[in-house]
């Protein structure tokens, strides 16, 4: 028993001290959440019988290793998974693609080329230099006759032709090489430009195959290195006419693989990363201390504050330039159920690992809008266009920045929240130049008494509206009264220019009709008294 025990790990340890097999990973599709994403790759290899190690490269840059899924036909048993980013000789095999080699072989080929002529120009060189101090010895000894004198001068004359010679014919051999090898390394660089990118992740597998052969494997995991944010362009010609939506999303990634022709997927929920299914612990109450207004209890609340922050920072980045409709929206499925909306894209996308915003447009949406006015010149002396939207919740709509377009103009933009309690959602279309505001104070009817203690002070300002457009304005106008919260403090309002009163905030409502080229004007009043020796900071 002991020698089939012995004979038993003899082998797994010639099986594993065998050479790796290595196989590189391309991306079939991924699934970008909001801070996430789920990237599927595939792969084949040939993997002999019994127990082996399998190096699959090409893997995103980091990832969490406890969400690595392999699949693979029964016959292989997958019996261990191990992320790496370092470099390892024995892992890094010369898998270059067969265009680049031939390339780099020439290269080579080349620059050994250039290096033998450059020794031939070298020593044709050197030899006129020795001719010509031999010429000079032989100039200055007076022995020669005038035969000898001539077979010497023609032998030197015809010895540094032919090596001038040879050296015109090297400078020229060697300008051609360099030409060449020029030439090459462009073309290495265009090549290795159209290349995917690769990444130094890999993953190390120890496996149990049962039959040899090729075996395709299938890998799925999660990674940080992704997100997305989505973003509108909001088009309208006129006020008598829908919204043309267009749904968008903003895609970034930088895990350090190129997504090639993949399947794409965009969510708005949260990934699990935790394999364990969770377990309820009793519920124990007991006494705490209570917490000031104003103070986190919890990391939580933190977190959400912070997550808060991030959303609002993100939607400040979002697209800067309108972009037109793309047939793309007739291939976009959308499920939605209780805790996130997907969409799914039947178009394959290249989305390159280099942290950029790539746009990917989703849907194309008619919204029926009805359009109002609404003003508050005491704090904008302009009136804002807002399209109002009946159950916009059947058009899953997410929190994002929006274009603006509206009559051919670009006008800005504006940010949709559809996380309201109202049944009715309220887009800021812009603002609305045709339509003249102006709220002055009427200082005869305003001013200042002293009555024993109290001092009282009259306002009253009136607001006047035209409308300079062609068609009739529905504008809501709103302005506002002080309130007190002093017993010593007293308000009373005067006039209220046939505004619906709030008098719970202080808020007046007016719901006007302009007709083209038709001016209201609007009157409030009101008066305050308080002790003359104070001082009312915010009046």
């Keep these: 028993m002991k020698k089939l025990l012995f004979l038993y790990l003899l082998c797994s340890s010639v099986a594993f001290a065998q050479k790796p097999v290595f196989t590189s990973a391309k991306v079939k599709s991924a699934t970008v959440y909001f801070n996430a994403a789920e990237i599927t790759q595939t792969t084949s290899a040939s993997i002999p019988a019994g127990t082996s190690e399998i190096v699959i490269k090409n893997v995103a840059d980091y990832l969490n290793e406890n969400t690595v899924r392999i699949g693979a036909p029964e ?149 940080q290195g992704a997100s997305w944010a989505p973003f509108y362009d909001l088009r309208a010609d006129s006020t008598s006419e829908p919204i043309n939506m267009l749904y968008k999303a903003q895609v970034v990634q930088s895990t350090g693989i190129d997504w090639k022709n993949v399947n794409l997927t965009l969510s708005s929920g949260v990934p699990n990363q935790n394999n364990e299914a969770p377990l309820l612990q009793a519920w124990f109450l007991r006494y705490g201390n209570i917490l000031q207004r104003g103070y986190y209890n919890n990391s939580n609340a933190v977190i959400n504050n912070n997550l808060q ?75 804002f266009l807002l399209a109002e939207l009946k159950d916009y919740s059947k058009y899953n709509l997410l929190k ?52 024993s203690s109290y001092r009282e002070q009259t306002f009253t300002y009136e607001t006047t509206i035209r409308n300079n457009k062609k068609d009739e304005v529905d504008l809501m106008l709103k302005d506002q009264y002080p309130l007190s919260t002093d017993e010593d403090i007293e308000v009373e309002l005067l006039k209220d220019g046939g505004a619906q009163v709030n008098k719970e905030t202080g808020i007046l409502t007016w719901e006007l009709k302009l007709k083209p080229g038709e001016t209201k004007k609007i009157r409030i009043s009101y008066k305050v008294r308080y002790p003359k020796n104070k001082v009312l900071a915010n009046l």
Excluded at 162 to 171: D, F, H, M, T, Y
Excluded at 410 to 432: A, C, E, V
């Design 75 to 223: 016959s292989l048993s997958v019996l261990s998974v191990q992320f790496t980013r370092d470099y390892i000789s024995e892992y890094e095999p010369n898998d270059s693609s067969p265009e680049l080699k031939k390339v780099r072989d020439s290269i080579t080929i080349v620059e050994k080329a250039i290096k033998t002529v450059t020794i031939s120009k070298y020593t044709e060189q050197k030899a006129i230099e020795l001719l010509d101090r031999n010429q000079q010895v032989a100039g200055q000894q007076s022995g020669l006759n005038v035969a000898e004198l001539m077979k010497l001068t023609d032998y030197y004359r015809a010895k540094r032709k032919e090596i001038a010679l040879n050296e015109e014919k090297l400078n020229q051999q060697l300008n051609d090489l360099n030409d060449k090898l020029s030439n090459l390394k462009s073309r290495l660089q265009t090549n290795i430009n159209k290349e995917e990118k690769t990444s130094r992740g890999k993953l190390i597998l120890q496996v149990m195959n049962d039959v040899a052969g090729k075996i395709p494997l299938e890998i799925n995991y999660l990674t």
């Design 309 to 383: 922050r991030k959303d609002k920072a993100d939607a400040t980045q979002l697209a800067e330039v309108v972009v037109e409709s793309s047939s793309i929206t007739n291939y976009t499925s959308i499920t939605e159920n209780q805790l996130n909306i997907s969409f799914e894209i039947d178009v394959p996308y290249d989305i390159l690992s280099n942290g950029k915003k790539h746009s990917v447009t989703l849907k194309e949406i008619e919204l029926p809008a009805s359009y109002k006015h609404y003003a508050v010149p005491k704090l904008e002396k302009e009136a």
């Design 400 to 451: 994002g920045e929006a274009n603006i377009i509206f009559e051919n103009m670009y006008i800005g933009k504006t940010f949709i929240d559809p996380n309201q309690t109202s049944d009715t959602l309220r887009l800021s279309m812009g603002r609305d130049k045709k339509i003249s505001i102006k709220r002055e104070k009427i200082t005869d009817k305003s001013g200042t008494k002293f009555l």
